[in-house]
T-cell receptor, first 114, second 112 residues
């Protein structure tokens, strides 16, 4: 079974530029999560999708971050414009979407904003 | 909101030694997940506990959830260099949306 795929693995941009990350979840997983992990911290949930609908985006900085999950499969997370404090690892995870089922994580995208 | 505190923040042990990592929650735990993360990589699922008093083992790693369901421990027996990494506990927030809140992690180094 293929795992969660993310691209790119690394990205370096200058502040005020735009960047987009892509995630392909495990086939059949209804729920998809985007997390932000700042160095030395645990992952923080940014947005959760159930199929192609948003369940929770309360911690997503909506003035600069946006995310979509078209057709309930792949998802993209965009930052526009980026700030220095956005430097972090962005993790995508998926699950079957029921209690007591683990989330499967992708390898993450390491973003450096200069 | 639920907060998870992990201790210690970092740990350096000699190969072959036993160690314990703790995760304490500010609220009742509905489901407690342990993950391992290698530097710069994604999280690898280790174990999930849901019932008070529950204990699970996989190879040399044992996780327990206390009876009151507000604390969990992860114990590694006879540590090996392959155990090195960051251990994260994540808690089901209980809000019905299957979200996890994570602790800050415990960095484990194993010296050969």
């Amino acid at each position: 079974e293929a795992g969660v795929a993310q691209s790119p693995r690394y990205k370096i941009i200058e502040k005020r530029q735009s960047v987009a990350f892509w995630c392909n979840p495990i086939s059949g997983h209804a729920t998809l999560y985007w997390y932000q992990q700042i160095l030395g911290q645990g992952p923080k949930l940014l947005i959760q999708f159930q199929n192609n609908g948003v369940v929770d985006d309360s911690q997503l900085p909506k003035d600069r971050f946006s995310a979509e999950r078209l057709k309930g499969v792949d998802s993209t997370l965009k930052i526009q414009p980026a700030k220095l404090e956005d430097s972090a690892v962005y993790l995508c995870a998926s699950s079957v979407g029921s209690r007591y089922n683990e989330q499967f994580f992708g390898p993450g995208t390491r973003l450096t904003v200069l | 909101s639920q907060e998870l505190e992990q201790s210690p923040q970092s740990l350096i042990v000699q190969e072959g030694k036993n160690l314990t990592i703790n995760c304490t929650s500010s609220k009742t735990l509905y489901g407690l997940y342990w993950y391992k993360q290698k530097y710069g990589e994604g999280l690898i699922f280790l174990m999930m506990l849901q019932k008070g008093g529950e204990e699970k083992s996989h190879e040399k790693i044992t996780a327990k959830l206390d009876e009151k369901k507000q604390q969990s421990s992860l114990h590694i027996t006879a540590s090996q260099p392959s155990h090195a990494g960051i251990y994260l506990c994540g808690a089901d927030t209980g809000a019905g949306s299957y979200q996890l809140t994570f602790g800050k992690g415990t960095k484990l180094s194993v010296i050969p």
